[in-house]
């Protein structure tokens, strides 16, 4: 079945980096854009960066360009989330997602938690 297992989150003093890892499975990984959401306490679910099917043309939230890079590995079925700089107001629940328009194929994991607090 079709997993998508998000590791490499917790607590982090600002200004501090965590690596965010995204391991799928179940389906063929390459023909999927990949992307990391994060959901804070009371607020919505937002995208905060994704990558096409072969690693290009990453696109990132205003708020995080220059701290966060996204990368992926389509030999090893993984996505990444470097995240520097971290502030306070990056504390969220980070989420992987696996989407596919052709056939609207859209999958998440379960989330990461990501605290950032001195």
């Known amino acids: 079945q079709v997993q998508l297992v998000e590791s490499g989150g917790g607590l982090v003093q600002p200004g501090g980096s965590l690596r965010l890892s995204c391991a799928a499975s179940?389906?063929?990984?390459?023909?999927?854009?990949m992307s990391w959401y994060r959901q804070a306490p009371g607020k919505e679910r937002e995208l905060v960066a994704r990558?096409?099917?072969?690693?290009?043309?990453?696109n990132y939230k205003d708020s995080v360009k220059g701290r966060f890079t996204i990368s992926r590995d389509n030999a090893k079925n993984t996505v990444y989330l470097q995240m520097n700089s971290l502030k306070p107001e990056d504390t969220a629940v980070y989420y992987c997602?696996?989407?596919?328009?052709?056939?609207?194929?859209?999958?998440w994991g379960k989330g990461t938690l990501v605290t950032v607090s001195s």
């Open positions: 990558v096409t099917r072969f690693g290009g043309s990453p």
């Open positions: 997602n696996a989407k596919r328009t052709v056939d609207n194929r859209d999958y």
């Open positions: 179940g389906f063929t990984f390459s023909t999927y854009a």
